[in-house]
Nanobody, 123 residues
């Protein structure tokens, strides 16, 4: 089980990016899916999660109101729309399966992920 994140890049503060998450050979609809990020010298941070069963969404306080997670089961994709980006959002972003909807609520329990995508917010 692996996932591929894409869509990162260099953006100015206040700008927007949409990250995409594509699976390798399985249906994303069968899992809760999270985005987490890791900046140099910092701990991994859970950013957002969408549950498997009902599609409930959860966000870290640091991104609430700016980021939106969504899933398109027909296309087998999960997205992270990031608006009003700040320099502190700079990190490598990963998408991951989550072990349960309960852990999704707490933005923990990342089970499988793959290559991340670099987001750099700078003027």
């Amino acid at each position: 089980v692996q996932l591929q994140a894409s869509g990162g890049g260099l953006v100015q503060p206040g700008g927007s990016l949409r990250l995409s998450c594509a699976p390798s050979g399985f249906a994303l609809a069968d899992y809760a899916i999270a985005w987490f990020r890791q900046a140099p010298g910092k701990e991994r941070e859970g950013v957002s999660c969408i549950s498997e069963t009902i599609g409930n969404t959860y966000y870290a306080d640091s991104v609430k109101g700016r980021f939106t997670i969504s899933r398109d089961n027909a296309k087998n994709m999960v997205y992270l729309q990031m608006n009003s980006l700040k320099p502190e959002d700079t990190a490598v972003y990963y998408c991951a399966t989550v072990a349960s909807d309960h852990l999704c609520l707490f933005l923990r329990g990342f089970a499988s992920w793959g290559q991340g995508t670099l987001v750099t917010v700078s003027s």
